[in-house]
């Protein structure tokens, strides 16, 4: 087997599709069917159906067998690649959401940078929590974590933290009370961030009643920066709210609402089937992340 047949026919199994896979690839069809047809005669089974009157394609029972092994394998072929090549052996990359990176994980990522004969390299990026599924089925990341449990038949997620949700107005507000109702705020001047799918729902009945906010924001810097109007408020987990309070002079307030919104939930998630070359980099970072998030009160899940 070649990694261009086995890197083919997984980009096949992602799109369901022949033509998107070679617009994915930067390839000529002919070529995708090529590769394709190469790997089922190496096996000698049927991989891929295409039902008459269908421009997607489906797995057989032999293609949907294969799939696990072929991640498996290129998962070996990349590493050979890093052995090849002398890459560090403690390697690792994360992808994170924006307030993750931002509001939970910064101090930790400092710590171990400056840590003492410290030999991991790290690659952090941000994306939403959908991206962050993808990246990691494809191998492209070691460890993600997200705000949303999503299905994927080859990803594990844990929760990780369980965070309660407070009002945050400017610190020039003049509604300074330790405990506030939504109705008590103009629903005009929210800066409104969608935490989640249930917080959304939440927020709907509660606080936008079916109207669309004035301003919805997907970055912790925008929700930092918008916040200096008097008039401005938000909703936000207990995380973002500690570090937006080390930034700017704010007022942090309970919610009154009889009905609470839903905490907000992070969750870890892995491949089932890693790169054996990143564990040793991906088993000292939970170690240290776990040690970390243990001296703050941010409602850890053990």
Known sequence: MKQAE??????????????KTAENLFLSQPTVS??????????????????KGYKQIEL???GEEFVPIAERWLSLWQEMQ?????REKLYLSIGCTDTMNTTILFELY???????????????????????YGLLENHEIDLGFVYHHLHFKNIVAEPLLKEKMYIVQSGDTKLKKGRIHTDELDPAEEIFVSWEANYQIWHDQWVGKGMRPRVQVDTFELLLHLISDARRWFIAPVSVVERIRDL????????????????????????????????????LFEEKMMDYLKTKNWGLII
């Open 82 to 86: 890093q052995l090849q090549h002398g």
């Open 34 to 51: 090529h590769r394709l047809k190469c790997l089922e005669e190496e096996l000698n089974v049927k991989l891929l159906t295409r039902k």
């Open 6 to 19: 086995i890197e083919t026919f997984l980009m096949i199994v992602k799109t369901k599709n022949i033509t």
């Open 110 to 132: 400092r710590n171990l940078l400056n840590a003492p004969a410290s030999d991991m390299n790290m690659k952090i990026t941000t994306h939403y929590s959908y991206e962050i």
């Open 60 to 62: 057989t029972a032999q």
């Open 248 to 283: 700017r002079d704010v007022q942090v307030s309970e919610i009154a609402n009889k009905t609470q919104p839903p905490e907000r939930i992070t969750y870890k998630i892995r491949h089932k089937y890693p790169n054996e070359s990143t564990q040793k980099a991906v088993q």
